[in-house]
């Protein structure tokens, strides 16, 4: 069974760090693309970063470009974001997803999801 676990999360004030992580289980982790979404209390699910199977290609919304960095541990089955300089409209909750194909910002192109955790940044 399938399963993706985020941790990591929590309250921080502005200008704080944090660093997610997403625990993969029952698949081969490297044949999957992955990506992390937000969402925020009445508002869409959001795109933020999205990793390539082996980590070649990598993208980031624009809002969160040079504050955050995504990675990935295909040995840990282990996915990563490190969040720097957070902002309160940085509050959601983060999500973990991951696909079959290509690095996507389509949150249905995503075959499995996390339970998502957490951020809240204070100001």
């Known amino acids: 069974q399938v399963q993706l676990v985020e941790s990591g999360g929590g309250l921080v004030q502005a200008g704080d760090s944090l660093r997610l992580s997403c625990a993969a289980s029952?698949?081969?982790?490297?044949?999957?693309?992955m990506g992390w979404f937000r969402q925020a209390p009445g508002k869409e699910r959001e795109f933020v970063s999205g990793?390539?199977?082996?980590?070649?290609?990598?993208d980031y919304v624009d809002s969160v470009k040079g504050r955050f960095a995504i990675s990935r541990d295909n040995a840990k089955n282990t996915l990563y974001l490190q969040m720097n300089s957070l902002k309160p409209e940085d509050t959601a909750v983060y999500y973990c997803?991951?696909?079959?194909?290509?690095?996507?910002?389509?949150?249905?192109?995503?075959?499995?999801w996390g339970q998502g955790t957490q951020v809240t940044v204070s100001s």
């Open positions: 990793i390539s199977q082996l980590g070649f290609s990598i």
């Open positions: 029952g698949l081969t982790f490297s044949n999957y693309a």
């Open positions: 997803a991951a696909q079959r194909g290509g690095l996507s910002h389509r949150p249905g192109d995503y075959n499995y």
